[in-house]
């Protein structure tokens, strides 16, 4: 069976929200008695900060503007929970977020600007408020939905007196707040497979998958995409997986994954020098990496699926569940840049964490879900702003750095060079994470004939030219890229 990915995800540039947290729209009436911590409170008191909708709706210019066409957007539906991974109403928008209104009104303006909006589905566990369970606190072992969940013991102890006391029945790494769904059981099926359906249907462009592993079910994945790809062949199916995806990739359950392993390998290159390798996101070493070694890194992640699968890769830096991107390079702009500028020349989707773009910084949850300074441009770094809009740019302006193939030329010391090929389009990438400038012969440039001239769209602006099928003397400064352009 031929593998097919969105086209769209191809060309897209996502932008992640952690909707608390990104703007408060003053268009949004909330009843009179609900209270918000004031926005910019230090992350790490939790609680609300009230973040809505509405207030993506009215920053879409500004995401258009950044050169954004598609936004991931972390859960939206009812939840007592700022980050609302503990789902209580399936099939309603929470109200402080604005509602299912506001989800309208985000879906209307963004479609009209070119912007696709994939939301985050939860199904492996939901919340102590979900109803079905909640119908279990109050009639034990005489609720219908008693087979919804795996109940290990009477009476349920929601509610643990320390967190010693794991809870008596089956909960989301032993978290009583979240307790696991029996997907198993045809009714719970039933349930997530037409909530799935039911928002593809309202409007939305896919579904990222919260821990999609937990559910080890190969057929209930199956009739996940076929019912969404029933609904909308376009929609996008991506999965929360932090390492090579091989199984979950063949054209019948995801589109691509989260690519984490793509982000392991730039900090490791990029962010040799100052990586903070005592930190393990999700787990796995960050370790520093040579030219050599990370064009190996990259020649795997290239090896792993087919060419439709690789072109739909989520390919990101940081998340809501990682420390940012500068705080992992210990603020060394320098470093993340050049992973900023390899995600825009690679194949697979880019994906920015909301305020990396302008210098936000924090370690893992919860410091990573810090507010967006909308109030304070002083806190931004305007440099770096621009630098994000002038890479998108240009990942926008040239389809061979969406889609051209590609191959590595050059992997020495701390300096990486790659061809990418696309029709009469081709781009040479050359990037120099040491601290000297560096001078290079690239050869093996088939198929570009003898004589093209390349022009640098990113670095001094100097044309080369392909002289006995190589490049001689390409210079590229420390801690610097350059990409050279063949175009019709």
């Not at 879906?107 to 492996?124: M, S, T, Y």
């Not at 900023?340 to 910084?361: H, K, R």
């Not at 020495?412 to 040491?434: C, K, S």
Request: proline content about 7%; overall charge negative.
């Amino acid at each position: 069976m031929p593998v097919r990915t969105p086209e769209w995800v191809k060309d897209a540039v996502f932008y992640q929200i952690f909707p608390d947290r990104f703007a408060r729209s003053k268009r949004l009436r909330h009843p009179r008695g609900i209270h918000f911590k004031p926005w910019g409170s230090p992350p790490e008191e939790q609680g609300f900060q009230g973040g809505d909708l509405l207030g993506i709706v009215d920053r879409l210019d500004y995401l258009q503007e950044l050169g954004v066409n598609a936004l991931y957007l972390n859960p939206i539906f009812q939840s007592a929970a700022n980050h609302r991974y503990h789902t209580y109403d399936y099939y309603r928008v929470d109200p402080l977020l604005g509602g299912d209104a506001a989800l309208r009104e985000l879906l209307q303006e963004a479609h009209a600007r070119g912007i696709r909006v994939v939301l985050d589905g939860v199904f492996n566990h939901a919340s102590r408020g979900f109803w079905p369970f909640h119908h279990i606190l109050e009639n034990g072992g005489d609720s219908p939905y008693v087979d919804w969940f795996y109940i290990h013991g009477w009476p349920l102890h929601p509610y643990p007196p320390d967190e010693k006391t794991p809870p008596n029945y089956g909960a989301w790494w032993g978290i009583p707040a979240l307790p696991k769904l029996n997907v198993a059981n045809p009714g719970v099926r039933d349930y997530l497979l037409d909530v799935a359906e039911y928002w593809i249907h309202f409007g939305i462009d896919g579904w990222r998958l919260d821990v999609p592993e937990e559910i080890d079910d190969e057929a209930f994945w199956q009739d996940f995409r076929r019912v969404v790809k029933r609904a909308n062949p376009d929609a996008y199916i991506v999965g929360e997986i932090w390492h090579d995806a091989q199984e979950w990739l063949q054209g019948d359950r995801f589109d691509g994954v989260m690519n984490y392993g793509f982000s392991r390998a730039a900090f490791g290159f990029f962010g040799a020098q100052t990586l903070r390798t005592d930190y393990k996101p999700g787990g796995y070493e960050l370790r520093p990496l040579d030219a050599p070694a990370f064009a190996r890194a990259v020649a795997h992640l290239l090896s792993l699926y087919d060419w439709e699968v690789t072109q739909a890769q989520l390919n990101l830096m940081d998340s809501h569940d990682t420390a940012r991107l500068l705080w992992t390079v210990q603020e060394d702009e320098g470093a993340a840049r050049l992973c900023v500028l390899f995600q825009m020349t690679m194949p697979g989707a880019p994906c920015i964490y909301y305020g990396d773009e302008i210098g936000m910084s924090g370690a893992s949850d919860p410091y990573c879900r810090a507010a967006f300074p909308w109030h304070d441009r002083g806190q931004w770094n305007e440099a770096l702003l621009d630098f994000y809009r002038r890479a998108i740019a240009l990942r926008h302006r040239y389809p061979v750095l969406r889609r051209g193939d590609l191959r590595i030329l050059y992997a020495q010391g701390q300096t990486f060079a790659m061809l990418r090929h696309l029709g009469r389009e081709a781009a040479v990438i050359v990037f120099n994470a040491g601290n000297q400038q560096a001078t290079l012969r690239l050869e093996d440039l088939h198929p570009l004939p003898e004589g093209t001239r390349l022009q640098d769209v990113w670095g001094e602006g100097r044309d080369v030219v392909v002289q006995n099928g190589s490049l001689s003397q390409v210079t590229v400064p420390a801690r610097a890229a350059r990409i050279f352009m063949a175009h019709p």
